[in-house]
Each structure stands twice: as C-alpha cells, then as structure tokens.
C-alpha cells in the first residue's frame, strides 16, 4: 500500500512562491501519476493538475495554467508542486494524491497548510 | 469545463436513516468517470466510489453509486454515526477535472 507523506507548513508573503514535497513510499512509484488538490477555509476540494512520474507528462486546471509546476524525483520517490505570484486566495490545505486508474484518487497525503499573508 | 452540482447542499439525517445524495454534471461525463469521496474536518479525503458505482477498496457496502451521464447519486443505505462527513463528486471524464461543492450530511 502506497503511503504519502507530505512536507511542513509554509508562510508566504504575497507575490512569492511555495513549493510542497509528497514523498511516496513503495516500490512502484514510476508507475503512478499523482495529483494535487487544495481546499481553502471554508471552501470544497479543488483541482489542480496531475504529473505522471514514468514520463513527466502533466494536466494542469487552466485555473492554475503558467502558475503552477509539478515534477517529480525518481531518486526520491518525491513529487513536487511549486505554485507562483501567490496571493492570499491561496490560503489553503494543499493534499497529494494517486491518481487511480483514469482518474479517481484513492490515497491521499495528510495535507500541508500553506498561509499567504504579509 | 464540467461544472458539478450537487444537492442538497445539507442533509440532516440520524443515524440508521438512509441516505440520498445528487451529483449532476453540466455535459455528460464520459464512460461514467465519476467518483465520490468523504471528508472529514482534519483528515485526508477518503474515497468511496469510482466509476460511479463501483467501491474502493475497503469501503463498507451500505455504501453505493448508481447513475450515468449527467445525473449521479450516492446511497447510504443505513448511516453510521462515523458517515456524519462533507462529500464530493468528482468527474474525470474530461482532460480537466472537477469536484462538486459537497454536500454535508450532519445529525439530525
């Protein structure tokens, strides 16, 4: 069973940017795609992207489109998501997911709290 | 973009009442790629159905999905005090995902 673990809390001013680590356990990790979703206080779960480890290739929400980055360390069986010119809208729970046949996402990190505030 | 609605937006229920919650998709989701997890305040979401009607592993039978094209829905068949949760649909029959609202569903 695939476990992930994400990293710490961050804080950011407006205008920087943040970059949240999901290290996957396993032995199958370049066979997986894996997803970011966010929740913001109050909100309900949002999309925003998928990166495949065996070939890179990545599905970005056009929301996040030119902000957002998602890569992956094979080395590591780490998977990264760098989000840019950050504003306080993205305040939020930031979860790493497996991405689960087409689509679904059956297992899910613990989620990191990213706060943008000056 | 697929929007998803869903309805109602709370459901106050007591436990071993059923359960009946709607998930309707603005076009119609492809192949029925559509799931629905359960969250709880402070832990990760869970999922509970894939391609509409089929369960993850581990998920309990009470359970269930039904539906196909535009219209989804998900049955608890008896509530248990541990299915008090918010849950989401999520289509990915389209190259860009989408979650609906949620749905709450608390004690009555």
């Known amino acids: 069973q695939v476990q992930m673990v994400q990293s710490g809390a961050e804080v950011k001013k407006p205008g920087a940017s943040v970059k949240v680590s999901c290290k996957a356990s396993g032995h199958t990790f370049t066979s997986y795609d894996f997803a970011w979703v966010r929740q913001a206080p109050g909100q309900g779960l949002e999309y925003m992207g998928w990166?495949?480890?065996?070939?890179?290739?990545?599905?970005?929400a056009q929301k996040f489109q030119g902000r957002v980055t998602m890569t992956t360390d094979k080395s590591t069986n780490t998977v990264y998501m760098e989000l840019r010119s950050l504003i306080s809208d993205d305040t939020a729970i930031y979860y790493c997911?497996?991405?689960f046949g087409s689509g679904a996402f059956d297992i899910w990190g613990r989620g990191t709290l990213v706060t943008v505030s000056s | 973009e697929i929007v998803l609605t869903q309805s109602p937006g709370t459901l106050s229920l007591s436990p071993g009442e059923r359960a009946t919650l709607s998930c309707r998709a603005s076009q119609i989701v492809s192949s029925s790629f559509l799931a629905w997890y359960q969250h709880k305040p402070g832990q990760a979401p869970r999922l509970l159905i894939y391609g509409a009607s089929s369960r993850a592993t581990g998920i309990p039978d009470r359970f269930s999905g039904s539906g196909s094209g535009t219209d989804f829905t998900l049955t608890i068949s008896r509530l248990e005090p541990e299915d008090f949760a918010v849950y989401y649909c999520q289509q990915y029959g389209s190259s860009q995902f989408t979650f609906g609202p949620g749905t709450k569903v608390d004690i009555k």
């Open positions: 997911a497996k991405k």
């Open positions: 990166i495949s480890v065996y070939n890179g290739n990545t599905n970005y």
